[in-house]
């Protein structure tokens, strides 16, 4: 069964950088998008951007683009969600999931159990 | 922008129970349900408006008249409290609706 499995809950300071990770498991990795999605504390869905693993291109939502970078490694079958500067408003559970497969897609069927981070002083 | 009615609904087990999606432009049949449940991540339900996920019960369906979306659970079941928010993949960025909230009554 596929599965993606994220790194842990973090605790961070403003201005401190970060980086999430996503391993795919049980699946051909390379075959499927992977997004980010934030779910700030009581709040709903909110789509960051995607990668394609292949060939790391990436797309992102103009809410996102610029404040963080997505990147993939094939080797480990991992992708990166990073901050380079964070803010106590980034502070949500993060979800990474499969999202479709070349031209075909059928919704973001695998998800990530999700990792919360706090950004507090 | 998608947006989702009713806020909340309480509904006793056994009802019939209908979610609306509307959206503000045409998405065409690119819409997709999820179900979350506190704590945990959203689960697909149903994409390309109307065909369930693999192990999703038949007692979700999914229609589409023009730009409004529907999902339907037949007869609701106790274990179908939880969030339940569409999302789009007509146009970037991929969008949601706020999410309708289903208790059980």
């Known amino acids: 069964e596929a599965q993606l499995v994220q790194s842990g809950a973090e605790v961070k300071e403003p201005g401190e950088s970060l980086r999430l990770s996503c391993k795919g498991l049980?699946?051909?990795?390379?075959?499927?998008?992977i997004s980010w999605v934030r779910q700030m504390p009581g709040k709903g869905l909110e789509w960051m951007g995607r990668?394609?693993?292949?060939?790391?291109?990436?797309k992102y939502s103009p809410s996102f683009q610029g404040h963080v970078s997505i990147s993939a490694d094939k080797s480990s079958s991992t992708v990166y969600l990073e901050w380079s500067s964070l803010k106590a408003s980034d502070s949500a559970i993060y979800y990474c999931a499969r999202d479709g497969s070349g031209t075909l897609y059928y919704g973001m069927d695998v998800w990530g159990q999700g990792t919360t981070v706090t950004v507090s002083s | 922008l998608l947006t989702q009615s009713p806020a909340t609904l309480s509904v006793p087990p056994g009802e019939r129970v209908t979610l609306s999606c509307r959206a503000s432009q045409n998405i065409y049949s690119k819409l997709v349900w999820y179900q979350q449940k506190p704590g945990r991540a959203p689960r697909l339900l149903i994409y390309d408006v109307s065909t369930r996920a693999t192990g999703i019960p038949a007692r979700f369906s999914g229609s589409r008249s023009g730009t409004d979306f529907t999902l339907t659970i037949s007869s609701l079941q106790s274990e179908d409290f939880g969030i339940y928010f569409c999302?789009?993949?007509?146009?970037?960025?991929?969008?949601f609706g706020q999410g309708t909230k289903v208790d059980i009554k």
């Open positions: 049980e699946y051909s990795f390379i075959s499927y998008y």
């Open positions: 999302q789009q993949y007509n146009n970037w960025p991929r969008t």
């Open positions: 990668i394609d693993p292949r060939d790391s291109q990436t």
